[in-house]
């Protein structure tokens, strides 16, 4: 019994030295199979360990790592290593493809008498066998691979060895089965740095974009960027970018920020933005001057860090928006949806910020401190997740119950916070306050973009909602009235009550109002004709069918 117990507790230090050894430090698939055969090695006092992986898709065994032998100890410890030259053999063939077969363990005493043996990675080692224990790996009942101990140095393997090596073999394939997973981790991180360096490479702004930015000529005097009324399409793309420079020096100066650095960073977000109807470069230029304009008019409302926060996140609320909305993208499975299950599409905007941000020569923030830098990228953050309408609801009804309480405080940063998400909600729905031309053509791009993703709904079997089904055009102007009125004006209502300077952008969104409601009647009283046009086609086609049917009667009689 003493014995027996102290073999035990032999065995039991050993796998506990192998447990801390091989997951303690797990490198790569090659090292771990290094380890597993030396301990292997070890615990049965052999010559050499082998050990072959199962290649499910081919139905082979084979060992880049061939076998090691030696002593660890005493220094003379060797690997073979081929990883140009992999051994790889049918399974089934040999002791070790037998094994790999049947699941069964093998413990030969003699190999050459064995009719299994295969003698050719003899010939190709040069090396003699004589004895052999073979075993297989299991995980979750599958066999991944088979180690082999060549030639104990004490006579052959006994009984003890196989009750030994079984335990150990256990470990083994968790050991094997953790370094698989580990391998791919590392693959799929290695392809997620290429795959992010060949982006990298085609969404950055080249050198020749950035010196003809800064070769270009300045904007004429004559555009009112600070006009609540300002068209952001009477612009080119250039001149976008020319623009969104001028507000963002006019309003910050550059006195903590590198010239390059915001040219290269203004034409990468640009960039960045998809070419699809609505979501793109010109929306993000439109929503980040209406966020101008409230800056310039009621300067002191928000700090500097605030104003440079809210400037940056209207400019880059909608990095690389897909033209779809968030609940599209749940319901199509999107890998966006499985990393970000709320505001999917704006923590994707944010993520795309801090991405460019990180690009070289695009930090426009490495000027500020480290506590200026934290606070302006969490403020970012909190204002591209304030565009996400879901949020707007619940920020409009705690705002508008600190007003009505007259609780509201400046310094209140819970407070300010809320007014951020409101002034952010203003900018983004800001073409519904422009001159009816500008909103009139923008709802024809909203409703494009819209009806794009009614056709990829139906393509996938599922019934688009009305505003987004392209066979329903008249109910367009109904549509925009609902929108105006439950959304944008309770916007502009509340922040014209904490803000008054923005009070253009409520009386723009109620004339806008007014002329959708026009329309939206004009097409009800269309709808409503076109109804009594067909009940009277309807019943003179009736009466001519009775009057017909009456001449027959009388024929008859």
């Not at 698989?180 to 969404?203: C, P, T």
């Not at 204002?383 to 705690?398: G, R, Y």
């Not at 003179?540 to 017909?548: A, H, S």
Request: hydrophobic letters at 40%; charged letters at 25%; one cysteine or more.
């Amino acid at each position: 019994m003493y014995g027996n117990m102290a073999r035990q507790r032999k065995l039991n230090n050993f796998l506990l030295a192998v447990v801390r050894s091989i997951f303690q430090d797990m490198i790569t698939m090659d090292s771990v199979i290094v380890k597993i055969m030396t301990f292997a090695q070890k615990l049965v006092n052999a010559d050499r360990a082998s050990l072959f992986l199962v290649d499910g898709h081919s139905k082979e065994l084979y060992a880049r790592i061939f076998d090691v032998s030696g002593k660890p100890d005493d220094g003379s410890f060797k690997t073979i290593l081929e990883a140009s030259k992999e051994i790889r053999f049918p399974i089934g063939k040999g002791i070790a493809g037998h094994v790999a077969l049947t699941g069964e363990s093998l413990n030969i005493s003699n190999a050459y008498n064995d009719e299994r043996f295969n003698r050719t990675v003899d010939q190709q080692t040069g090396y003699k066998t004589h004895n052999m224990l073979c075993m297989p790996i299991f995980i979750r009942n599958n066999i991944i691979g088979v180690v082999q101990m060549v030639n104990k140095e004490d006579g052959p393997f006994t009984k003890a060895d196989e009750e030994a090596f079984a335990t150990f073999a256990s470990y083994c394939g968790l050991a094997l089965h953790h370094a698989k997973l580990y391998d791919k981790i590392q693959r799929s991180e290695k392809k997620y740095k290429v795959a992010l360096e060949v982006l990298s490479y085609h969404n950055t702004c080249t050198e020749i974009e950035v010196n003809e930015i800064k070769q270009a000529p300045a904007l004429p005097n004559a555009i009112a960027l600070h006009d609540f009324r300002f068209c952001p399409y009477s612009l080119d793309s250039d001149q976008k970018v020319l623009a969104a420079i001028h507000m963002f020096v006019e309003l910050f100066g550059l006195q903590k920020f590198d010239q390059d650095s915001l040219v290269r960073f203004t034409l990468t977000i640009r960039k960045n933005y998809r070419r699809v109807p609505y979501h793109n470069w010109a929306h993000g230029f439109s929503v980040a001057n209406a966020m101008y304009v409230i800056i310039k008019k009621s300067r002191g409302t928000f700090k500097p860090l605030e104003e440079l926060a809210l400037f940056v996140a209207c400019l880059c609320h909608d990095l690389d928006h897909r033209g779809k909305t968030n609940q599209f993208l749940v319901k199509s499975a999107s890998p966006l949806a499985a990393i970000y299950t709320t505001s999917t599409l704006e923590h994707h905007h944010f993520n795309q910020t801090v991405s460019i941000l990180q690009q070289d020569g695009h930090n426009i923030f490495k000027n500020l401190t480290s506590d200026e830098y934290k606070q302006v990228l969490g403020n970012i953050k909190h204002c591209i997740l304030a565009t996400d309408l879901a949020l707007f609801f619940p920020n409009k009804a705690n705002l508008k119950e600190i007003i009505d309480d007259d609780r509201f405080d400046w310094k209140h940063p819970e407070h300010r916070l809320l007014l951020e998400a409101i002034v952010m909600t203003a900018c983004d729905l800001c073409a519904s306050t422009k001159p009816w031309e500008q909103q009139e053509s923008t709802a024809k791009v909203i409703f494009e973009e819209f009806y794009e993703q009614g056709d990829a709904e139906k393509a996938q079997g599922r019934e688009p909602l009305p505003m987004m089904d392209r066979t329903k055009l008249h109910e367009q102007p109904a549509s925009q009235v609902g929108f105006l009125k439950a959304i944008c004006l309770p916007c502009y209502e509340l922040l014209v009550s904490i803000i008054p300077e923005s009070r253009p952008m409520l009386d723009g969104c109620l004339s806008n109002l007014a002329q959708w409601q026009t329309l939206a009647k004009q097409q009800s009283n269309s709808l409503e004709n076109q109804t009594k046009a067909i009940q009277y086609e309807e019943e003179q086609v009736r009466e001519g069918e009775q009057v017909l049917e009456d001449s027959k009667e009388e024929k008859t009689k």
